[in-house]
């Protein structure tokens, strides 16, 4: 028999240079925050998310600042002779659709 077999049987032998600090248990939960935390394209998300929750939140407010037309307004010069949309402008980014209405707001 090899004589390090006693070490195999008795891991925690007195002067194995372990120290006999108690492990600090962490919930699920926080383990979850910590490795969310050190994730950066998870926190990228995060804050996408945050951000594109706040401009559905605010969008009445931004409509009104930024002066979007009335999805319900029909642009009648925005089409041609023959009652079709002339296509991307300046005033309509996303071009009308066939009554003259502005996409974008829609």
């Known amino acids: 028999m090899s004589t390090g077999s006693a070490e195999l049987l008795n891991p925690r032998a007195p002067g194995a240079g372990e120290a006999d600090t108690p492990i600090a248990a ?21 804050l996408f998310l945050v951000f594109l929750i706040l ?5 009445p407010l931004i409509v009104k600042l930024f002066g979007a037309p009335d999805p319900n307004f029909q642009d009648r010069e925005a089409l041609d002779a023959f009652g079709t949309p002339t296509g991307p402008s300046p005033s ?9 209405r502005d996409v974008f707001s829609r």
């Open 92 to 100: 309509h980014p996303f071009g009308v659709d066939e009554l003259g």
């Open 26 to 46: 962490r919930s699920p939960g926080e383990l979850f925050r910590r490795r969310f935390r050190e994730d950066r394209l998870a926190m990228a998300a995060l």
């Open 55 to 59: 401009v559905a939140v605010l969008a």
